[in-house]
């Protein structure tokens, strides 16, 4: 029953990935196409996380003046024939106990030949106000705060001015405008962030008639989503949800494929005989004598296989496998039972035998061994894509792993990035081996109890 339930929780999990968020966008969506995951924090925790950590880590705010949204306010005072000036201010309440990890300033503006100019401050929650940056605006571009070194340099000067002493440690943008201005700020032990209502007031001038611009704040978190992001802003959830479907379908495939040819190779060696036996078993002694796997690392690096092709590539590899002399031997013993004779008296013929007579008769004792292969080669294709001899395209678990390799997701830190597929990972095998040895015991009882 368990095995049963965690395999219907996945087969749910597939279903509704499928019917959501289909193939093509899926990919498209793990390609990181077009800046898709700019709003996105880097590296950020599941946010489920903030249930069990000892203080709460920020998650993502963004604001947007093209939106309405709380806390935005956008106003446009024209003067003169064809001059404006506009004034936005960005409005948020920050009751968070740790740093934001980015903070970027996306904008968009529209003129013809001259284009508009901003004036960004900052304002924290006692009322002090920072002058951030003088822009001239192109029609789209972004002012990457957390990444002005400038305005670092004046933060940490004015810091440095109010308290007499320089911080002991890298004090970066975002603390800077985050924190409390005492001297707990001067030790990275102390320094904590200022809660509390921040306010990004923008002002600028448009010079032409039709000219307009438009901002959007993304105060990246820490924490997001049911379970976080990687180094590319990348939701690892796509890739958690459809790797479900993947696995499963790869898995299943690979495992029945592979049972059910080589049944059929086993019986036709064992029902003819001679030559025809002889032939079929020296290919299988040959296939037993080969190395599988690093054959197969030799083709996927070779020929950069898609995970179909490759599953191809693995029934091929497989079809002449141990299989075929197990499954002979057993038949072998049932081409001498009684009712095999008798078909052979009406005159069925030799086809009709093996795939009605011989084949069946062994079937259910080659379930619980087929439901228990299938996580082999769900690993088998996880284990690839962690060499990094995968699908490229398809979001897949082991993809996410290697990646995580890649990155050094666990030297960083980053462990929910490895733990979450590795997870699935073992529940999959979880619920086949339940299950298999469960079917072993239905279809096998004269099994003895351990």
Excluded: C
């Amino acid at each position: 029953m368990a095995g049963i339930a965690i395999l219907l929780i996945l087969v749910g999990i597939s279903i509704y990935t499928i019917t959501t968020i289909p193939y093509e966008r899926a990919t498209y969506l793990w390609q990181a196409g077009k800046g898709i995951w700019l709003d996105n924090p880097r590296n950020a925790l599941p946010s489920w996380m903030n249930l069990f950590l000892p203080k709460k880590l920020p998650e993502t705010i963004i604001l947007d003046t093209a939106e309405k949204q709380r806390g935005v306010t956008k106003i446009v005072v024209p003067f003169g024939k064809t001059m404006s000036k506009v004034i936005m201010e960005l409005t948020f309440n920050y009751e968070y106990d740790d740093f934001p990890s980015e903070i970027n300033l996306f904008y968009s503006s529209k003129f013809t030949s001259t284009p508009p100019q901003l004036t960004v401050y900052w304002v924290k929650p006692n009322g002090e106000k920072f002058k951030l940056k003088d822009l001239t605006l192109s029609e789209k571009g972004a002012y990457y705060i957390s990444n002005d070194e400038e305005l670092a340099k004046t933060l940490i000067n004015h810091i440095r001015e109010k308290l007499g002493e320089e911080p002991e440690y890298g004090i970066t943008t975002e603390i800077a405008l985050f924190a409390k201005e005492d001297k707990s700020i001067l030790k990275k032990e102390t320094v904590s962030p200022l809660k509390g209502k921040y306010r990004m007031a923008i002002e600028g001038m448009l010079f032409e008639k039709d000219s307009d611009v438009n901002v959007k704040l993304v105060v990246y978190g820490k924490v997001y989503g049911m379970a976080g992001t990687d180094h590319l802003r990348r939701d690892l959830m796509i890739a958690l949800l459809w790797g479900t479907p993947i696995a499963l379908s790869f898995g299943m495939t690979a495992a029945l494929s592979i049972a059910v040819l080589q049944m059929i190779i086993a019986a036709t060696s064992a029902w003819f005989g001679g030559r025809v036996d002889f032939i079929l078993q020296r290919l299988t002694e040959i296939n037993m004598t080969l190395p599988f796997l690093p054959i197969l690392i030799m083709i996927a690096v070779f020929y950069k296989l898609n995970i179909w092709t490759m599953l191809l590539v693995i029934v091929a590899l497989s079809i002449f496998g141990s299989g075929v002399k197990t499954y002979r031997a057993v038949f072998l013993q049932v081409k001498e039972f009684p009712y095999i004779d008798a078909a052979r008296s009406y005159g069925a013929s030799s086809l009709r035998i093996i795939f009605l007579y011989i084949i069946p008769k062994i079937l259910p004792t080659i379930i619980p061994s087929l439901v228990l292969s299938v996580p082999d080669f769900v690993f088998l294709e996880a284990a690839l894509a962690i060499l990094g001899l995968g699908d490229p395209v398809a979001p897949t678990w082991g993809k996410i792993i290697d990646d995580a390799f890649s990155a050094g997701a666990l030297y960083k830190g980053y462990f929910y990035w490895v733990l979450e597929p590795s997870f699935l990972l073992i529940l999959t095998a979880l619920g086949f081996a339940l299950l298999g040895l469960s079917l072993d015991k239905i279809f096998n009882p004269r099994l003895k109890e351990v």
